[in-house]
C-alpha cells in the first residue's frame, strides 16, 4: 500500500484592491497605440459576484469571479482596446536594509508604514508579496525578486558594537513602531558560496511591491459598427420599400426604426438607360415610415 498526496493549490481570495487595470487603444493592428497607457480605478469597473450557496444565512462573494464593466467614455471609439488586469503594485524607496537585534544573522527589508496602504500595515500582512529592483536609472533589474515570508512591526534599536564594520541599526519588535520589518527568501548564503549572501537591496533603493495572487491577464477588445444582433436586423429583420418614394427601412426587434435607405436609379442623360441602381443611407430619418403605422 502506498501513501501519495493528494489536493490542489487553491486559489486566493483577491480583492477588488488588490487589482491594477490599465488599457492602451490604436484604430488598426497596423499602427502602434496611439494613446499612452490609461489606468482604470478597479472599484469603478470590477463588481463581485456573490455565490448561490448561503452561509448562516448570507451570500459570501464567489472569490475570484468579478464583472468587468467598461465605461462608454473611454471605450466609444472604433478600434482596438488591449486591457491588461494585473497584481496591484505598489513603489516607494527601500527605509533601510537591516538585521533583527536578538537575531544578527537574519538580513531583512525595512518598509516605512506610511508607504503602504492601510489594509497592509498589520503583521504579516505582507506574507507572499514580491519585492523586485529599480536602479539608479529607474530601469528594474531584470529577473531579481524577493518573495516575503514574514511582516512584523519594528523600530530601530541603538547597540555598541565592538566591530565597526558590522550593521549598527539594528530593528527589535514593536507592534506600535512605524517601520516593517520583513524577511524574505532567498535571504541566507548558500551552501556552495557560504561567503555570499543574496542581494537584498539598498537604503534608499527603490522598488516595487506586488502581490501574487493571481496571475496577470490580457483581453483584446475590438469595437466595431455592427455586431451579430445588428448584422441580423439586416437579414432577418422586418424592412418595408415605399414605391413612391423609395425609401427602404430597417427595423429592430421591437419594429423600431434601425436604418433607412433611399433607393433610386441613375440613368442615361441620353438616351434614359438605367445605368446604376443606389442605395444611399438617409441623414434624416423619415418617421411616417414607423413600421405600426405602415402595417396598421
Known amino acids: 500500500m502506498s501513501t501519495g ?3 490542489t493549490t487553491r486559489p486566493a481570495d483577491v480583492a477588488i484592491n488588490d487589482v491594477d487595470i490599465f488599457y492602451t487603444y490604436t484604430p488598426s493592428r497596423e499602427v502602434a497605440p496611439t494613446i499612452p497607457i490609461q489606468r482604470l480605478n478597479p472599484n469603478n469597473v470590477l463588481s463581485p459576484l456573490l455565490h448561490p450557496d448561503d452561509v448562516s444565512g448570507n451570500l459570501p462573494i464567489f472569490g475570484g469571479l468579478y464583472n468587468l464593466t467598461l465605461p462608454a467614455n473611454n471605450f466609444s471609439t472604433k478600434g482596438f482596446y488591449t486591457v491588461v488586469i494585473r497584481p496591484k ?21 525595512v518598509f516605512r508604514k506610511s508607504d503602504l496602504p492601510a489594509q497592509l500595515r498589520g503583521n504579516d500582512a505582507l506574507n507572499g508579496y514580491r519585492v523586485e529592483y529599480f536602479d539608479s536609472n529607474g530601469n528594474k533589474v531584470p529577473n531579481l525578486f524577493r518573495i516575503i515570508t514574514s511582516s512584523n512591526s519594528c523600530e530601530p534599536v541603538a547597540q555598541n558594537l565592538q566591530n565597526t564594520i558590522a550593521v549598527t541599526t539594528r530593528y ?49 477588445i475590438e469595437m466595431v459598427d455592427h455586431d451579430f444582433d445588428t448584422l441580423a436586423l439586416g437579414i432577418f429583420g422586418n424592412q418595408s420599400k415605399s414605391i413612391v418614394d ?20 441613375i440613368q442615361d442623360q441620353f438616351t434614359s438607360e438605367p445605368l446604376y441602381e443606389v442605395r444611399e443611407e438617409v441623414t434624416n430619418v423619415d418617421f411616417s415610415k414607423n ?3 405602415i402595417t396598421t
Request: aromatic letters at 14%; proline letters at 5%.
Open 5 to 7: 498526496v493528494y489536493g
Open 89 to 109: 503594485e505598489l513603489r516607494f524607496d527601500l527605509a533601510d536594509c537591516g538585521v533583527l537585534s536578538a537575531y544578527p544573522n537574519n538580513r531583512c527589508l
Open 172 to 220: 527589535s519588535f514593536n507592534d506600535s513602531a512605524d517601520l516593517i520589518f520583513c524577511t524574505v527568501t532567498p535571504s541566507s548564503s548558500s551552501t556552495v558560496r557560504p561567503n555570499a549572501r543574496p542581494f537584498l537591496g539598498n537604503r534608499g533603493q527603490s522598488i516595487s511591491l506586488t502581490n501574487t495572487f493571481f496571475n496577470p491577464i490580457t483581453i483584446e
Open 246 to 265: 423609395g425609401k427602404y427601412t430597417i427595423y429592430d426587434e421591437n419594429n423600431n426604426i434601425y436604418k433607412q435607405f433611399n433607393l433610386y436609379e
Open 291 to 293: 413600421f405600426n403605422n
